[in-house]
Each structure stands twice: as C-alpha cells, then as structure tokens.
C-alpha cells in the first residue's frame, strides 16, 4: 500500500505542457490500453513540444446504430439508459467514464474531453426502439455514462429531441447531470412531472468553487447547480442531489453542508457514490491528483485503498461504489445521519410505466372501424 510518500508516478515527460491543456482536467494524452504502442508527447531536446497545438474541442457527429443501452448490474437502480454523446467536455478528473474511449482508440486522458462524438439520430433510434412490438416500458436513465446536457448539448439540442420522444410515448427517464443548462427544458420535464414521468439528479461534489473548478473544470459552478435544483423543485419536478464521487481526504467533510445547501434549494432526496478508479483512470487520476492537490495525495490514495482491500479499485457489485472498511462505514452513517437531519429520502418516489402508449406515426392513417 502506498503511503505518503511512495506515490508512484510516470515520468515527467507524461505531462503535458500546462498551456496546452488549459482548461482541462486530465493531465496527459497517453494512448488507450487496446494500442499495439503507446503514443506519449516526448521533449527530444529541441523545444519541439513548443510547437504543438493546444487540445481544443472538437465534436463529431455521429449516425449510431442503436441507442438504448442495457445492462445488469445490482449496483444501478435501472438497467437501461441512453448516452447522446460519448466523450465529456466537463473534464471531470475523476470520471469513471474514461476508460471508455479507449474503444475507438482514443486516450481517455485528453482525448476523452476534447474529441467528442454526437448521437444525432438518436431521437430517431429511440423512437424506433420504443414501437417495437415487444418492447416494455422502464425507466430510462438518461446521461448515466457521459453528461446528456455537456456544452455541446446547449446547440445540438439532441438530449432535448430523446427528451420529446419520451414525452410523445409518456415514457419514464430519469436524469443525471452536473449542468445547468437541465433548466432550458424545464417546459418538457414539468409536463412529464405532472404525470410522475420523470426525476432529476444534480452532482455536487464540493460547495468551494475552487476546489469545485479543479475538480470539473468546464462543469457548472456549484451554486449553479443549486440553482438548478431550485427551478426544478419550483417547477413541480422531483429533484435529487447527489454526492458523487466522495474522494476521501479531499472532498468527504462536505457532505452535511452539500446535502443541506441541496435541501434548502429544494432536493427531496440524495445518494452518493464513492471515488472508484477502473483501468486507465489510476493513473489520470493520480497525476491530477499530485499536481493539484500534492501535500493531500498521499492521505487521498490511502484511504482509498484501504476501502478497496488495499487496491485502487475493486470491481465486485455491492463494494465498487460504497468501498469496505471503518472508513467507508463512517462515511454511510454520517450520510445517513445527515439524511434524517435534513429529511431527505423520506418518500419513495416511483416513476410510472403504466402510462406508455405507442401514438400513431406521422402520416399512419387510422384503420376503418
């Protein structure tokens, strides 16, 4: 297990130049783990690094080829979900999400947040999917990989076009976000609302700005994400907080004032997730961790590995998002507590399937009775 002062990094030359990656969370670009080689910027002594252009975003559309997503894992409180986009200009440092890009052989360093791919058939895959004659109502999680409402979101308008669809079909979503911009379709989540169609789900890692920017850099300011939560619960629309991930030594004592500044914005409940680092992620990780919070890393990665039997991470349903351990116990009975304190999660709320209908397709004409 490492200790304070055994952390284990790369070399240097890993890093790249800070006016490079302005703005962004990962730290380097290293080539993703399925790569016969690995790619890394390298000083050959000339200043040629100089030379190279910043990482900036580029968002590429894409025509999948299906959308609807499932899975089956005990850890989700759904097993189907859709991801407009793949990719995530937030630039969260700790995004479990990463390791994906590593798929269309990419780096989930600073490829992950700046080479972004836009579903923009997915409206029409998802209608589809919904008048399949076996298909049966569940709640769809919208956003559960990558954020449905990133920046890109604000002009492609393609979360709000699946968003329609749902509606049409009075189907169940629910959302998870760390953006503001979930207020501009305010309009479709209240007449879904009222029909106990939807609810939505903020992340709010930390209360300090600062911290809040390192951590996120191109995510909503915290207070940005209360006010999100105010409009909603104004609006009639169910709004959840959640604190996720709980990084030990870094984020962990804000818990009660997250949950409380939540509740007073108008949250009816909360959740939380612990850090979990998979793949790629423990290094990305660790190399934000040590240039931006350096005197904390030590303490950080032991508490984590004490939570994961000594490992970064543990995969096993049931541990991957609490932890094990004194540590991850005192965090569950200080949220619990926190809980009742500012009664959160006192009632159970369902979101309906009964009301599905399949509508008539444009131009379908009603058969002759």
């Not at 080479?115 to 004659?133: G, M, Q, W, Y």
Request: aromatic share 8%; glycine share 6%; proline share 5%.
């Amino acid at each position: 297990m490492n200790t304070d002062c055994d952390i284990d990094l790369e070399p240097d030359y890993r890093i790249v130049e800070h006016e490079r990656r302005r703005g962004r969370g990962a730290r380097s670009n290293v080539s993703g783990r399925y790569e016969v080689t690995k790619r890394e910027d390298f000083d050959d002594g000339w200043d040629t690094l100089a030379d190279l252009d910043v990482f900036r975003t580029t968002v590429q559309p894409e025509q999948a080829k299906s959308i609807v997503a499932t899975n089956d894992s005990p850890d989700l409180s759904f097993d189907q979900s859709i991801n407009p986009y793949r990719g995530c200009e937030h630039g969260c440092s700790y995004c479990y999400a990463r390791p994906s890009h590593a798929h269309m052989g990419l780096s989930p360093g600073l490829d992950f947040e700046t080479r972004i791919f836009a579903k923009v058939n997915a409206a029409e895959l998802l209608e589809d999917a919904l008048r399949r004659k076996r298909y049966v109502p569940k709640t769809i999680a919208l956003g559960a990989v990558t954020d449905a409402y990133q920046p890109a979101e604000k002009q492609l308008e393609i979360t709000r076009a699946a968003l329609s669809v749902m509606e049409h079909f009075n189907h169940p979503v629910g959302i998870v976000t760390k953006s503001a911009l979930v207020v501009r379709d305010i309009d479709i989540l209240a007449r879904m609302a009222e029909k106990q169609l939807v609810k939505v789900a903020l992340s709010v890692t930390s209360l300090d700005r600062q911290v809040a920017r390192k951590m996120e850099p191109r995510a909503a300011t915290p207070d940005r994400r209360l006010y999100a939560i105010e409009q909603l619960a104004k609006a009639g629309v169910p709004a959840t907080v959640m604190v996720a991930p709980i990084i030990p030594g870094l984020n962990d004592h804000e818990i009660e004032g997250i949950l409380k500044a939540a509740r007073e914005a108008g949250a009816e409940s909360a959740s939380y997730v612990m850090l979990r680092l998979p793949l790629e992620l423990k290094e990305l990780f660790r190399e934000w961790l040590m240039t931006e919070f350096p005197n904390r890393s030590g303490r950080v990665i032991k508490l984590l590995q004490g939570m994961h039997y000594g490992r970064d991470y543990n995969s096993e349903f049931g541990h991957r998002q609490r932890g094990a351990g004194p540590f991850a116990e005192m965090i569950g009975d200080r949220f619990r507590k926190a809980l009742r304190r500012h009664q959160l999660n006192q009632r159970e709320y369902k979101l309906r399937t009964d009301l599905f209908e399949v509508p008539s397709a444009q131009g379908e004409q009603l058969g002759l009775i």
